[in-house]
């Protein structure tokens, strides 16, 4: 008898494995080619225009969207299935924009954008200080690079270079012609910051670049064609920011003398990799930034399914796609078209998500939790699941992985499944559950895995796979309409995240990512 009992327990305990991976066939066949049609032709519609961020149409697809999760029996996050996203767009207030530096023979004016021109990161305000050369404004430890080494900058004024030492060295000095991230102006401005410096001036380095001009930004009120030029949207940020400026060969020749000064001073950083920073001793600059700020809203919309597992229920995946595009053309001739429908990118990966949603909330119960998110702004520069990432809903820390959908519905089989070489654990979920779709997986390199809203939430160590069909000449145009779209292409893709993440949230693990010293 005790024999037989230990039999039986075995057999349950085989069941419950079985039980946990087998992808049920209920939900997916919930996944059908009709499906899709009917949301992509909806959210590409000619009614939608485009569903730019923000935009009415866009709150529109949205309310939609949420009607449907709640059709389907998912469950709004925090008795929402909105998360409100804060937008904003910015202008530069030339009439009140300065800029200044004082020395012993007396003060000395800069005009703006001849001698200076203010960054778009550049804060709403005013500072003023001593001035401090930190080199390229780099501290890099895996590098054993830091231009802040051994000198304070706390209530000063910054002034570095642009680029990197060594940037057109073919030995990988950093990482060679590749730009590493300590490259980009918001590093610089954010290392800045931390070390205490109250502005900060940016000028092009002049060893491998002729031109210096202080370009900065492209504002619409610098521009010849006023009216014509509209100011972007951009995320809106509560983080504080200090002055920001790109400054010109006029403010080089009146720190340094001349432009060849500096040149030598960058050939000696460069040569030795080792910091030339210096304050100009009574030399003190002031520096204004005013801006105009109009204020925006637009939704991430959200939803969940619980799971049912006492220890796993807390642990979350999620599902995405954008369900933006970028809206359609305000002048046009009469019967032309003008409206920049969408129905590939990313129509069909909102259907696509809404159809792993429908299949989910068919099946049986699942061990974990998941959320269905689709985002907004991801056109304008993936402000939505930024948005998220810095204010999720659900704990990142429980977030054990992110599937993204974005362009599911042309070029034929084929699918590029991005993440691989940094998501090798996820990936080899997607390649073994393919052999029940028959897609045909290419490799085309990780070039486009920064560009979707997965990225977001791989910068935040959480694995993330790119589901993506691919680019074709259709690619935002007015001809991206809904009857480009191949409707069993999308059913097959999205039938492959769907199994993919019925693995994920009934496995009892995390993903694990794989991460060079450039990112």
């Known amino acids: 008898m005790i024999k037989r009992l230990v039999s039986v327990s075995i057999l349950l305990f085989v069941s419950v494995l079985v039980f946990s991976q087998t992808v049920p066939q209920k939900g997916l066949s919930q996944i059908t080619a009709d ?112 231009d802040y080494s051994g000198i304070d900058v706390a209530g000063k004024v910054v002034l570095v270079m642009k680029h990197e030492p060594r940037e ?45 001009t202080p370009q900065g930004y492209s504002w619409p009120s610098l521009s010849k064609f006023k009216g014509s030029i509209v100011s972007p949207i951009v995320l809106y940020s509560h983080e504080q920011s200090i002055p920001c400026v790109q400054v010109g060969e006029s403010v080089i020749n009146t720190l340094f003398g001349s432009v060849d000064s500096l040149r030598s001073v960058q050939k000696h950083i460069d040569s030795t990799l080792s910091p030339a920073s210096v304050e100009f001793h009574n030399i003190s600059c002031s520096v204004k930034t005013k801006l105009s700020i109009t204020h925006y809203t637009a939704r991430n919309v959200v939803g969940q399914i619980e799971g049912a597992d006492r220890k796993l229920k807390d642990e979350f995946l999620v599902v995405g796609g954008h369900y933006d595009h970028v809206g359609y ?45 689709f985002f907004a702004g991801e056109e304008k520069g993936l402000y939505g ?10 704990p990142l820390s429980k977030t054990v992985a992110m599937l993204n959908l974005d362009m599911i519905s042309r070029n034929g089989d084929s699918l590029q499944v991005l993440g691989d070489k940094y998501n090798p654990e996820l990936a080899a979920i997607v390649k073994d559950e393919n052999k029940h779709v028959g ?56 039938r492959l995240a769907f199994r993919t993440a019925w693995r994920i949230v009934n496995e009892n693990k995390y993903y694990s990512i794989s991460r060079n010293k450039n990112e």
């Open 35 to 146: 499906y899709l049609k009917t949301q992509i032709d909806y959210l590409a519609s000619d009614s939608l225009k485009g569903r730019n961020t923000p935009s009415p149409e866009l709150d529109i697809a949205a309310d939609y969207i949420a009607r449907e999760l709640e059709r389907l029996g998912i469950k709004p996050v925090n008795g929402s299935y909105f998360q409100t996203v804060p937008l904003c767009s910015k202008n530069l207030n030339t009439e009140e924009c300065a800029l200044s530096i004082t020395d012993g023979s007396g003060m000395q004016s800069f005009n703006l954008k001849t001698d200076y021109t203010p960054f778009q990161n550049t804060a709403d305000g005013a500072a003023s200080g001593n001035i401090v050369f930190v080199g390229y404004g780099i501290t890099a430890p895996e590098y054993n690079y830091d």
């Open 385 to 394: 699941s930024e948005y998220y990432t810095e204010n999720p809903l659900r």
């Open 168 to 212: 057109m060295d073919t030995c990988k000095v950093f990482e060679g012609r590749t730009d590493t991230r300590h490259s980009s102006i918001e590093a610089k401005l954010k290392n800045a910051m931390s070390h205490g410096a109250v502005a900060l001036m940016v000028v092009t380095d002049p060893l491998n670049h002729v031109t210096i």
């Open 439 to 494: 897609l045909m997986l290419v490799d085309l390199g990780e070039g486009y895995f920064g560009a979707s809203d997965h990225a977001n939430f791989f910068k935040k160590d959480i694995s993330s796979i790119f589901f993506f069909s691919g680019t074709h000449n259709d690619y935002h145009t007015v001809r991206d309409n809904p009857d480009t779209v191949d409707h069993v292409k999308a059913e097959k893709t999205a």
């Open 329 to 373: 053309k305000e002048k046009h001739k009469p019967g032309e078209d003008y409206i920049y429908n969408g129905a590939d990118d990313n129509a069909s990966g909102t259907a696509g998500v809404m159809a792993i949603a429908k299949a989910f909330s068919v099946s049986k119960k699942i061990k974990r939790s998941i959320m269905f998110i």
